[in-house]
C-alpha cells in the first residue's frame, strides 16, 4: 500500500510559524481529496484541515481557522499546511491522509494511506 510521508515538524514557540509537507511515495496522488489531522496524547486523532483534489476547496476545523492553510503543490502532489500564530494546545503528532473519495470529509474513516507523523511541540 501506498503510504505519505509527512516533515516539517519540529519544536517552537508559542507565536511561531511551522510548514509541514505531505507526499507520497511511489505513486500520485494529485487527484485526491487530502487531510491532515493531529492527535495529542490521551487525546483521539482529530480534524485539521482538507483540500479538494483539484486544491480549490478547502476546508478547516474551527479551532485553527485563520490561522492554518492548506494547499497543494504545484503538480498537487504535495500538500502542505502552514501553521501560524502557534499555541501549546497545537501540541500534537500531525498526519496526512488520502480521501477515500471525492467528497471531503472531516473524519478518520474518510481517509487511509496515513502517513508516519510528524511531532509538533509548541512552547509557551
Known amino acids: 500500500q501506498v503510504q505519505l510521508v509527512e516533515s516539517g515538524g519540529g519544536l517552537v514557540q508559542a507565536g511561531g510559524s511551522l510548514r509541514l509537507s505531505c507526499a507520497p511515495s511511489g505513486r500520485t496522488f494529485s487527484n485526491y481529496v487530502m487531510g491532515w489531522f493531529r492527535q495529542a496524547p490521551g487525546k483521539e486523532r482529530e480534524f485539521v484541515a482538507a483540500?479538494?483534489?483539484?486544491?480549490?476547496?478547502?476546508y478547516y476545523a474551527d479551532s485553527v481557522k485563520g490561522r492554518f492553510t492548506i494547499s497543494r503543490g504545484s503538480s498537487k502532489n504535495t500538500v502542505y499546511l502552514q501553521m501560524n500564530s502557534l499555541k501549546p494546545e497545537d501540541t500534537a503528532v500531525y498526519y496526512c491522509?488520502?480521501?477515500?473519495?471525492?467528497?471531503?470529509?472531516?473524519?478518520?474513516?474518510?481517509?487511509?494511506?496515513w502517513g508516519q507523523g510528524t511531532q509538533v511541540t509548541v512552547s509557551s
Open positions: 483540500t479538494s483534489g483539484s486544491g480549490a476547496s478547502t
Open positions: 491522509g488520502k480521501g477515500k473519495t471525492i467528497v471531503v470529509v472531516t473524519t478518520t474513516s474518510g481517509f487511509d494511506s
